[in-house]
């Protein structure tokens, strides 16, 4: 990434800055109930990339943890003054963050590779012509970039710690 200034972030209260030091992997825009819920509004923009190339600048999201319908903990990470959620961790996996979109300065450079949990999708949001729209998931081998395939398998690798 040669603009590091599209990549910084933080939350509402400033407390909270971040910068991502490489460009998010893929990114969702996930239509599921529980995230509607959790924001507030009709669907999330996540950012998936390694927690390695997320630099806090400053400040110490504090981690909220949530039950799902898998069973696996889903972690949001927030700021301790104004609540604002800066970052998920599905399955508490500690490698892989999913950065809420929205929380970047320039968010709209990360604009959803994806939509999923369509199934959900509010009647009010037409989504643009041409864009991946999947009722519920997708298979990441046919959507994502070759590179972000190699970020992911390395990060598998190094979370078995081989
Ligand atoms: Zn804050
Ligand atoms: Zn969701």
């Given at each position: 990434m040669?603009?590091?200034?599209?990549?910084?972030?933080?939350?509402?209260?400033?407390?909270?800055?971040?910068?991502?030091?490489?460009?998010?992997?893929?990114?969702?825009?996930?239509?599921?109930?529980?995230?509607?819920?959790?924001?507030?509004?009709?669907?999330?923009?996540?950012?998936?990339?390694?927690?390695?190339?997320v630099?806090?600048?400053?400040?110490?999201?504090?981690?909220?943890?949530?039950?799902?319908?898998?069973g696996?903990?889903?972690?949001?990470?927030?700021?301790?003054?104004?609540?604002?959620?800066?970052?998920?961790?599905y399955?508490?996996?500690?490698?892989?963050?999913?950065?809420?979109?929205?929380?970047?300065?320039?968010?709209?450079?990360?604009?959803?590779?994806?939509?999923?949990?369509?199934?959900?999708?509010?009647?009010?949001?037409?989504?643009p012509?041409?864009?991946?729209a999947?009722?519920?998931?997708?298979?990441?081998?046919?959507?994502?970039?070759?590179?972000?395939?190699?970020?992911?398998d390395?990060?598998?690798?190094?979370?078995?710690?081989?």
């Amino acid at each position: 990434m040669s603009d590091q200034s599209a990549h910084a972030g933080g939350c509402f209260c400033g407390a909270i800055r971040y910068r991502l030091t490489e460009s998010p992997m893929f990114v969702h825009g996930c239509h599921c109930r529980d995230c509607q819920v959790q924001t507030g509004g009709p669907f999330a923009v996540n950012a998936l990339i390694e927690r390695s190339c997320v630099e806090l600048v400053s400040g110490k999201p504090v981690r909220v943890e949530l039950p799902t319908d898998s069973g696996q903990p889903h972690d949001i990470y927030r700021c301790p003054e104004c609540q604002t959620a800066v970052w998920s961790d599905y399955g508490r996996r500690e490698v892989l963050v999913f950065i809420r979109a929205m929380t970047l300065d320039a968010p709209e450079a990360c604009p959803p590779d994806v939509h999923i949990f369509t199934r959900s999708k509010m009647p009010f949001i037409d989504l643009p012509n041409g864009a991946k729209a999947f009722e519920v998931f997708y298979d990441m081998q046919a959507e994502w970039p070759a590179a972000s395939l190699a970020r992911y398998d390395a990060l598998k690798t190094r979370r078995l710690g081989v």
